[in-house]
């Protein structure tokens, strides 16, 4: 099941907070049940951005060249009309949805459940 729309907010789970947008340095995300990186961001944007991208869609909300290409799959159901995204491990991280820009960009709206793990020591 999907996660409901802005988990990410709620204050015992803190998302956006727990990262200095200060700081000028790319986060990566792991994937919470492998602990394999997932998305690295933020990538050709500020972190003010993908804050707010973040909070408008009610997910995280990762774009394309955030995505660590070799362990992110996306699944096409009902003849691509959904696309749901996994991690190569099979956890069920989100959905790839359009942008609002309309240049064709996808975003990747992802639980922020399954992007909580950390890496392996």
């Known amino acids: 099941d999907m996660q409901s729309q802005n988990v990410f907010a709620r204050p015992e789970i803190n998302f956006?907070?727990?990262i200095d947008p200060t700081s000028n340095t790319n986060v990566?995300?792991?994937?919470?049940?492998?602990?394999?990186?997932?998305?690295?961001a933020p990538v050709n944007r500020?972190?003010?951005?993908?804050?707010?991208?973040?909070?408008?869609h009610g997910w995280p909300s990762f774009r394309q060249e955030e995505v660590v290409d070799d362990?992110?799959?996306v699944v096409d159901y009902y003849g691509g009309l959904?696309?749901?995204?996994?991690?190569?491990?099979?956890?069920?991280l989100g959905?790839?949805?359009p942008a609002d820009e309309d240049n064709g960009a996808?975003?990747?709206?992802?639980?922020?459940?399954?992007?909580a793990g950390k890496p392996e020591s």
Request: glycine letters at 2%; charged letters at 20%.
């Open 46 to 56: 500020s972190w003010d951005d993908f804050q707010l991208d973040t909070i408008r």
């Open 16 to 18: 956006l907070n727990v």
């Open 106 to 115: 996808l975003r990747y709206c992802v639980d922020v459940s399954c992007i």
């Open 82 to 92: 959904l696309k749901v995204v996994e991690s190569k491990c099979g956890t069920r």
């Open 28 to 40: 990566t995300f792991y994937d919470s049940v492998c602990a394999i990186p997932l998305f690295v």
């Open 71 to 73: 362990n992110v799959v």
């Open 95 to 97: 959905t790839i949805e």
